[in-house]
């Protein structure tokens, strides 16, 4: 049971990884920085197509990957 648990979280986080590096960049520099998560957090810029997708996949691999991490915590200490 804790070995699948393992072999789970090594395959979320391989899936997280690739999956945030697939993403674009959304700032240039510290100006773009600065704009951007203006933006972002007045929803001014919508994600759309591929990065709609890619965004959704990050937040549910990395809710798993938290998941997982707890469960498996929990075994390996018990």
């Given at each position: 049971m804790?070995?699948?648990?393992?072999?789970?979280?090594?395959?979320?986080?391989i899936g997280l990884i690739s999956v945030v590096l697939l993403q674009k960049g959304k700032s240039a520099g510290l100006s773009g920085a600065i704009s951007g998560g203006a933006e972002h957090l007045f929803g001014k810029q919508?994600?759309?197509?591929?990065d709609l997708v890619?965004?959704?996949?990050?937040?549910?691999?990395?809710?798993?990957?938290?998941?997982?991490?707890l469960?498996?915590?929990?075994?390996?200490?018990?």
């Open positions: 804790v070995i699948f648990f393992k072999i789970l979280l090594i395959i979320f986080s919508k994600a759309r197509g591929m890619l965004q959704r996949l990050t937040v549910g691999l990395a809710s798993g990957f938290f998941i997982l991490a469960i498996v915590a929990y075994f390996v200490k018990a």
